[in-house]
Structure formats: C-alpha cells, structure tokens
C-alpha cells in the first residue's frame, strides 16, 4: 500500500539550533500537511501544504510541497524547548470518497543532553 | 475556539467486553475520522462519515462498528476486545474533506486486560 517514509527517525535538538525533517514517497499526493503530537495527545496541524513547489510558513515553521509531489520538508528556525514532539507528515489519500490521511512513522525531536 | 472532544479519556476494560467511545466535532464540522495509534506507531485510519453517511473504510475490525449521529457526534462502538485492541483511539473532524485539514481530539485510551 501507499506509505510515507520521513526522515530522520529522531534528532536532538539545542536551543537556538534550525531543524530539517523530511517525508517522501513513490506514490504522488496533492496534499500533504505536518502535524505535531505531544505524548498522550492528539497530533495538532501545524502546516497544510496544496499545491506543488508551495512554500508556507507558520512563525518559525516552513513547509515545503515538493515540485515532484511526491515529497515535503518541514524546517524549524530557531528552536526552542517546546518544540520537543513527535512531527509527523501526512498526506490526502483518496482511496474512497472523502479522503483520509496517511501518516509517515514520525520524527521525535529530543532536547540534547 | 472549540476543539474536537472525546470521551472517556481513559478506559479500561477486559478481554471479551465492549466498549463505546465518543466523538464531539468542531461545531459545523460535517465529517468526522476515526484512527488508532497504537504505541509508538502513527496513527492509522479506521472509518470515517460524512454527513451521518459513512464515507471511507480503512483497516477497521470486523468487530468494530462506528456510525455518525443527527448532531454530529459520532460513536465507536468495539466488541470482542483483545489485548491488541489496546492503543490511543484519535477522532478527528474536518469541514468537508477537500482541503485534508483534519482536527484531531485529545484521544482516548483504551487499555484491554
């Protein structure tokens, strides 16, 4: 079936530092959209993505459609201790009438020790 | 602004029993999502209903029925359980489904004994 592969698995992050995190995948998707969880929380959307090559940004968050659309990146600037969370990537897979979200296996961003 | 609710929080049940899990949307939100996320996984698609109509079928059990009432609200009902039932269970609510911007709940957790 479809799946999102997202890059890397993990990552520790110090105050101040920018973060990269990626997803891509065979199959192309005319949505894809990052979501953040908290432990114990549901995941909340932080950027919707709609058209290929689009670059948004939500503060210190960018996102990027890949031109392919079959990929999308997710950049933090200027991290700060609340940015620790599992990010995932998602996409809009219309495999019925509606559409539902397919996940990548996330990424989790530690605090460095 | 309101957010997606979902009751019980926490449940405990054992193997065999039934269970019932509730689902409020954002207030004019027409289509609501079920996913489990099991631990350390992402979360996964069950079913979903647009207007009161299911829309979409994902990897749900036999076992599991959900239906979307007059109001909205949504419920899952799960029988049978098994231990491997155990797992976040994440209603999510969107208005229509067109643009894949997906409102997820707090969650409930369901621990099967």
């Known amino acids: 079936g479809q799946q999102l592969n997202q890059s890397p698995q993990s990552m520790f992050i110090q105050e101040g530092e920018d973060v990269s995190m990626n997803c891509t995948s065979s199959?192309?998707?005319?949505?894809w959209l990052w979501y953040k969880q908290d432990p114990g929380e549901g995941p909340v959307l932080l950027i919707a993505?709609?058209?290929?090559?689009e670059l948004t940004s939500n503060g210190r968050l960018t996102a990027q459609f890949g031109i392919t659309r079959k990929d999308s990146f997710l950049n933090i600037s200027a991290s700060i201790p609340s940015d620790v969370g599992i990010y995932f990537c998602?996409?809009?897979?219309?495999?019925?009438?509606?559409?539902?979200?397919?996940f990548g296996k996330g990424t989790k961003l530690s605090v460095k020790p | 602004a309101a957010g997606v609710i979902q009751s019980p929080r926490h449940l405990i049940k054992e193997k065999r029993e039934t269970a019932t899990l509730k689902c409020y949307p954002i207030?004019?939100?027409?289509?609501v999502y079920w996913y489990q996320q099991g631990p350390g996984q992402d979360p996964q698609f069950l079913i979903s209903?647009?207007?009161?109509?299911?829309?979409d079928k994902g990897s749900i059990p036999d076992r599991f029925s959900a239906q979307q009432f007059s109001d909205y609200h949504s419920e899952l009902n799960m029988s049978s359980l098994e231990l491997g039932d155990s797992a976040l269970y994440f209603c999510?609510?969107?208005?229509?489904?067109?643009?894949?911007?997906?409102?997820f709940g707090p969650g409930t957790r369901l621990t099967v004994t």
């Open positions: 207030p004019r939100h027409d289509t």
């Open positions: 993505l709609y058209k290929a090559g």
């Open positions: 998602a996409a809009l897979n219309y495999g019925g009438s509606q559409g539902n979200l397919i």
């Open positions: 209903f647009y207007e009161k109509m299911q829309s």
């Open positions: 999510a609510s969107s208005l229509g489904s067109a643009t894949g911007e997906q409102y």
């Open positions: 199959s192309i998707f005319n949505t």
